[in-house]
């Protein structure tokens, strides 16, 4: 037994005895959404191949990996901060089952998602997670370890574990002292950053920095998280933006008025043609910032569309033919 426990990050028990005594199977999802949009259930599964499947598909962060390089713009290299200084910086914690949505934070809420309960089973750990025992899992290894070194930031002191409790992010049956000696015994064993995958060197992630990089240069005029779940959201967005333009060439408008009524500036050859050049953007600027707004909704809309159309046919293609 103490070989199949040897690599888990920690020896201490974490979950209860009666947990202990179920079939580890049971401590992974009730179901699965599979790469087909089906849904898939654990008794579907055949063993080891199938459970680091759906062990890496919980700790899958290949969006965070494709853009690793552009990391250092949207985070610091540091751990997160925990969850009581979250709530100082009037942060709501949501709850996702996406560890790369994991740690995102928006203005005024931080994506988490819950530990599952087979990270914190040691039996687990020996038998599905260990590089030298299982084919290809060094990845998963690394990102596991790293969702948990997260939590060993998150939850420091004993405050952020009742938060930790209250927002259901932990299972009920964790105890503060074990959770203090499990802590001790991951951090203690190695220096930690050379066993985690490198996403977790770094800790918060801005959204708007990843909406932008995905935005601009991974899935142009697609973000890493959408922001318009309505196409009325897609315009109030731009045209806000666009009004508040529109005030500020106002004002400098106004002020460029002002100034040619002056006599200093009435002779000034400079000030008259940047006034001019203005005066002209000012006319055909806002035009072209509608323009390009309705020609981005029409893409948007358009392709939409077309996916819709696409995914249903062959979905009911696939539904029909069973």
């Known amino acids: 037994m103490a070989q199949t426990h040897q690599?888990?990050?920690?020896?201490?028990?974490?979950?209860?005895?009666?947990?202990?005594?179920?079939?580890?199977?049971?401590?992974?999802?009730?179901?699965?959404?599979?790469?087909?949009?089906?849904?898939?259930?654990l008794t579907a599964i055949n063993q080891t191949a199938d459970v680091m499947r759906w062990a890496s598909a919980e700790v899958n962060i290949d969006r965070l990996d494709d853009i690793h390089d552009w990391l250092w713009m949207v985070g610091r290299p540091m751990p997160p901060r925990?969850?009581?200084?979250?709530?100082?910086?009037?942060?709501?914690?949501?709850?996702?089952?996406?560890?790369?949505?994991?740690?995102?934070w928006a203005s005024d809420r931080i994506f988490l998602k819950p530990l599952p309960r087979f990270l914190l089973e040691q039996r687990f750990w020996g038998k599905y997670l260990c590089p030298h025992e299982a084919p290809l899992a060094d990845t998963?290894?690394?990102?596991?370890?790293?969702?948990?070194?997260?939590?060993?930031?998150?939850?420091?002191?004993?405050s952020d574990f009742r938060i930790a409790?209250?927002?259901?992010?932990?299972?009920?049956?964790?105890?503060?002292?074990?959770?203090?000696?499990?802590?001790?015994?991951?951090?203690?064993a190695s220096f930690i950053y050379r066993r985690i995958d490198r996403r977790f060197h770094y800790g918060e992630l801005r959204l708007s920095r990843l909406n932008k990089i995905y935005?601009?240069?991974?899935?142009?005029?697609?973000?890493?998280?959408?922001?318009?779940n309505q196409y009325g959201s897609f315009f109030h967005d731009n045209f806000a933006l666009l009004a508040s333009s529109t005030v500020y060439i106002a004002v400098v408008l106004t002020a460029m008025q002002v100034g040619l009524a002056t006599e200093a500036l009435q002779s000034n050859v400079v000030f008259q043609s940047a006034s001019y050049g203005f005066t002209v953007f000012s006319i055909v600027?806002?035009?072209?910032?509608?323009?390009?707004?309705?020609?981005?909704?029409?893409?948007?809309?358009?392709?939409?569309?077309?996916?819709?159309?696409?995914y249903s046919r062959e979905r009911l293609e696939r539904i029909r033919g069973r």
């Open 7 to 41: 690599c888990a990050p920690f020896t201490q028990r974490l979950l209860s005895d009666a947990s202990h005594e179920t079939d580890i199977l049971s401590l992974l999802p009730a179901s699965k959404r599979t790469e087909n949009d089906d849904l898939e259930c």
């Open 82 to 104: 925990s969850l009581h200084h979250q709530r100082l910086l009037n942060r709501a914690i949501v709850v996702t089952e996406q560890l790369d949505l994991h740690l995102v």
């Open 140 to 158: 998963v290894h690394a990102r596991a370890l790293g969702f948990l070194f997260s939590y060993a930031a998150l939850i420091m002191h004993e």
């Open 165 to 188: 409790k209250e927002a259901h992010l932990i299972p009920a049956e964790v105890q503060w002292a074990a959770w203090r000696v499990a802590v001790e015994q991951l951090l203690g």
């Open 215 to 228: 935005f601009f240069w991974k899935t142009p005029l697609r973000g890493y998280m959408s922001r318009w």
């Open 285 to 310: 600027g806002p035009l072209a910032a509608v323009a390009l707004v309705v020609v981005v909704f029409c893409y948007l809309f358009i392709s939409n569309w077309v996916a819709t159309l696409h």
